[in-house]
T-cell receptor, first 115, second 114 residues
């Protein structure tokens, strides 16, 4: 099992450019999440999905869009990148099966810089 | 909405000494509480959780945490610190009523010196 993987690992964008971050999990988890991590602020939830074809807003959704067309993939899109979106982005997934349904499993992160 | 406070940005301990990393929380209902650890350039790794039952929970790598409802705290502890425990530690809370919204603290950097 690869667990949760994220592509790319690093990216530098110019203001106004767009990009998509890909998250993939091979654990058949129902729930998937996108977070951003900024110094001194912990992780903040951007968007999440409770199943294929469904998405919902988290704590800081503005400037981002997501899609979950397949159960194993969760895409995070930036339509017009801004310097304020410079951050480390983490994807996570969670099972709904009893016994392990509470902890989230995290990917290695994507470091994004917007110039 | 629920929230978590980690009052210490940095905790320094000597190897072999006990360590405590503090966490307090705020939720409207009953909490699910978690500790995660992050090593440099890595994602977060699950350490332990409190869902219900015994207030003292044991997790990975010899860590434990005590749920204290009256003080709304969930401090992380280890009897004897190792240099390899040096990392960034995050406390997180999820409200049972809103099962999809987990809030993380700002993190505490633990440094264990030989």
């Amino acid at each position: 099992n690869a667990g949760v993987t994220q592509t790319p690992k690093f990216r530098v964008l110019k203001t106004g450019q767009s990009m998509t971050l890909l998250c993939a999990q091979d654990m058949n988890h129902e729930y998937m999440y996108w977070y951003r991590q900024d110094p001194g602020m912990g992780l903040r939830l951007i968007h999440y999905s409770v199943g294929e074809g469904t998405t919902a807003k988290g704590e800081v959704p503005d400037g981002y869009n997501v899609s979950r067309l397949k159960k194993q993939n969760f895409l995070l899109g930036l339509e017009s990148a801004a310097p304020s979106q410079t951050s480390v982005y983490f994807c996570a997934s969670r099972s709904t099966s009893s016994g392990s349904r509470h902890e989230q499993f995290f990917g290695p992160g994507t470091r994004l810089t917007v110039l | 909405a629920q929230s978590v406070a980690q009052p210490e940005d940095q905790v320094n301990v000597a190897e072999g000494n006990p360590l405590t990393v503090k966490c307090t929380y705020s939720v409207s209902g009953n909490p699910y509480l978690f500790w995660y650890v992050q090593y440099p350039n890595r994602g977060l790794q699950f350490l332990l959780k409190y869902i219900t039952g015994d207030n003292l929970v044991k997790g990975s790598y010899g860590f434990e945490a005590e749920f204290n409802k009256s003080q709304t705290s969930f401090h992380l502890k280890k009897p004897s610190a190792l240099v390899s425990d040096s990392a960034l530690y995050f406390c997180a809370v999820r409200d049972m009523k809103n099962n999809n919204d987990m809030r993380f603290g700002a993190g505490t950097r633990l440094t264990v010196k030989p």
